[in-house]
């Protein structure tokens, strides 16, 4: 049997539109390895608290959501996607908001929350390998992972990307509101006491301003060949 401590590790962290999500699932899939998009988690927790009608800044409500929550991630019919059920109800479209994303940022300061989904990050660490998508998964939760990238880009770029993203969806965004959601949004998750976002001592930063995805990808596969 594989011991869960020497599955390989790649973990994938940045801000917002820095290009993260897509770079993960692609490379996942060239690697053959399970991924992790730990804000999932995060938004669906912001998501099932809204829905209950909680105050996000009420720590022990929203700790004792946490950890009550289910969520399961499961392949959408046509296998292109992956459906986010948070209670049994597919919430996948509700947590890609900018909305849904503030509030995964406000609940995931809270030291007891990030606590509670500890266990659930560790237990997609499987065979033959893992890619995990977040902002604290070199640093906090995976931090022996052999394999760690950084990924930014300029906050002009990373909010026309978000931008995009959300206008294929067909939400109502504007390019000047969401970079400024965007702004606030990273501002708060780099300066919480608790797992803030930065660069592991041992990661490569990838600047993804003006670079097309697969030259992403190619870059962020050769340093898991390196
Ligand atoms: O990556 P995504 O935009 O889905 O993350 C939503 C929010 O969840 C982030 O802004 C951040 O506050 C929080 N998050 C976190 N730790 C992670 C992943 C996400 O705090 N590992």
Redesign the pocket.
């Known amino acids: 049997m594989i011991r869960p401590a020497v599955v390989p590790v790649l973990t994938i962290?940045g801000p917002?539109g820095s290009g993260?999500?897509t770079v993960s699932r692609l490379v996942a899939e060239r690697l053959g390895w399970r991924l992790l998009?730990?804000?999932?988690?995060?938004?669906a927790v912001?998501y099932a608290a809204g829905a209950a009608g909680l105050d996000l800044s009420d720590v022990e409500a929203v700790t004792r959501c946490a950890q009550s929550t289910k969520i399961r991630f499961q392949p959408s019919t046509d296998g292109h996607d992956t459906r986010v059920l948070v209670n049994g109800h597919d919430a996948t479209d509700e947590l890609r908001t900018e909305t849904a994303?503030a509030a995964?940022?406000a609940i995931?300061?809270i030291p007891s929350v990030?606590q509670s989904l500890v266990d659930m990050?560790l237990g997609f660490r499987r065979a033959p390998g893992l890619v995990a998508?977040?902002?604290?998964?070199g640093t906090v939760?995976f931090p022996d992972a052999a394999h760690k990238v950084f990924l930014t880009a300029s906050a002009a770029e990373r909010a026309k990307r978000r931008y995009k993203q959300l206008k294929e969806k067909g939400l109502s965004v504007t390019l000047s509101g969401l970079q400024r959601e965007i702004e606030a949004?990273?501002a708060?998750?780099a300066s919480?006491a608790v797992?803030p976002?930065k660069p592991a001592a041992d990661a490569v930063l990838v600047d993804t301003t003006g670079m097309p995805i697969d030259e992403v990808v190619a870059k962020v596969l050769a340093v898991v060949q390196s």
């Open positions: 962290d917002s993260k999500g998009d730990s804000g999932a988690l995060y938004r912001g994303g995964a940022s995931a300061s990030r990050q998508d977040g902002r604290d998964m939760i949004r990273d708060r998750d919480r797992a976002l």
